[in-house]
């Protein structure tokens, strides 16, 4: 296995680590009153000691701690809880952690009047906050790929492909021309079948004569993310057809071998994709026996599961990054976005995501002011989802990139929407590949 030390050089992080434990940030009588679907601070005699931190807009804070710092809460607030009058109390929004547990969360300071709010038992043991501007317009400058129109999902002469398919046709369509077109280049390995006995599954490999990096590229873990899985597919198209001329996908070509399984959840690729019904559409998310295929990589209760890891280990060793293509239809989310875990380059993906939100103010698709706690920097997801157990076992560096597909956007299944998809994240995998590259 190879050692993570090379992914991460110490000004490479989206933040620069401060002690927050200082005087002038510590303030005694603070009390966190928390509810199941409120959270507020109230200010009452003898009550323990708190940190309070006014954030600056337009940054994402990271806070790390142990266990034993004794962190009971923390929320952000709109005013400063400081100034309360004994028995006032100000209602806030409460960081998702289990701080007996856990160790970080992440605040994004929103407004100009915003106050996180760290309520502590113990200050025996230090806390630290990280920080960084984010959305900088210097951010945005160099290549950019912007795909010719992608065609549509919706089948019949122009389509790229037809979201009625199953996993077998998508493959036939997309995949198999292109193993008889470059054989020495592309292999085909059949990975078992589904869950449900009925449907079989495949992984792709993609060798150039040298090269540099391995990617592993997985697509089709919920079915009904359609331009995610099809993304997929035509951006492996453009790596095989590249030439020099090409100098986003060219070196991708010569240089990075990808190990691909362009669909996870066989079976619901191959199940009815009724537009009109969303309740079916919700269902084939989840595999035949009716589970969420990407909670399942702690337990690996399903076969689908068994072999992604299976492919995946014949690699191990060698494999420096994966990434794994969703969609997200969240109506709160006015700017494609993706997780992170431990990214290879949290400053490449900070930079993609900040590209990506300009050209959606260009593109009209997107509000002046994002929700930026959609960008690049979470660093631990759980094992039950694919890309935690990638990290968590193997310590491959993996994002999950979703494009989203709500109402404020191109219908994903119109040439439009599909080319916004395939831009989404081309970016992400160029840029994360010319990374190694270099």
Not at 120 to 146: N, Y
Request: aromatic residues 12%; contains cysteine.
């Amino acid at each position: 296995m190879k050692k993570l030390s090379h992914y991460r050089i110490e000004e490479d992080g989206p933040f620069l680590p401060k002690e927050i434990f200082s005087q002038d940030l510590c303030c005694s009588g603070l009390t966190p009153v928390t509810a199941e679907e409120t959270c507020s601070v109230k200010s009452t005699p003898g009550a323990g000691d708190a940190f309070v931190l006014q954030g600056e807009y337009g940054k994402c804070y990271e806070v790390k701690f142990t266990p034993a710092s004794g962190v009971i809460a923390a929320m952000n607030v709109p005013t400063d809880p400081r100034c309360l009058a004994e028995g006032e109390s100000v209602e806030g929004t409460k960081m998702d952690c289990d701080y007996a547990t856990q160790n970080c969360f992440m605040y994004v300071c929103r407004s100009q009047q915003d106050y996180l709010v760290i309520c502590v038992s113990d200050k025996t043991a230090p806390i630290s906050i990280g920080e960084r501007t984010i959305l900088q317009g210097s951010d945005t400058v160099g290549d950019w790929f912007i795909p010719t129109p992608a065609g549509s999902l919706n089948g019949g002469d122009g389509a790229f492909g037809d979201h009625h398919w199953s996993a077998k046709q998508v493959m036939e369509n997309l995949y198999d021309p292109y193993l008889a077109k470059y054989p020495d280049y592309i292999t085909r390995t059949h990975l078992g079948k589904d869950q449900t006995g009925q449907y079989d599954m495949y992984g792709y490999v993609y060798t150039p004569a040298t090269y540099k990096t391995t990617f592993f590229l997985t697509g089709g873990v919920h079915a009904n993310e359609e331009s995610a899985y099809y993304s997929l597919a035509k951006l492996m198209q453009l790596i095989c057809d590249a030439t020099e001329e090409d100098t986003m996908f060219y070196p991708l070509r010569q240089n990075v071998r990808f190990v691909v399984i362009p669909v996870v959840n066989v079976w619901g690729v191959s199940q009815d994709h009724d537009r009109a019904n969303e309740e079916g559409r919700k269902r084939i998310r989840r595999n035949g026996e009716d589970v969420d295929l990407n909670r399942d990589f702690e337990d690996v209760s399903q076969q689908e599961t068994k072999n992604v890891l299976a492919f995946l280990k014949n690699f191990l060793g060698t494999v420096d990054f994966a990434m794994d293509f969703h969609n997200s239809g969240k109506e709160n989310c006015p700017l494609w976005y993706n997780f992170i875990n431990y990214a290879v380059n949290s400053q490449v993906n900070y930079k993609v995501t900040n590209h990506m939100y300009h050209r959606l103010m260009e593109l009209g698709l997107s509000e002046q002011t994002p929700n930026m706690e959609k960008i690049p920097g979470r660093y631990h997801k759980a094992s039950k989802y694919l890309e935690g157990r990638i990290w968590n076992e193997f310590g491959i560096p993996t994002i999950t990139v979703e494009h989203v597909v709500n109402s404020t956007f191109p219908d994903r299944f119109s040439e439009e929407g599909f080319t916004l998809g395939v831009e989404t994240y081309g970016n992400f995998l160029i840029q994360n590949a010319l990374f190694f590259i270099k």
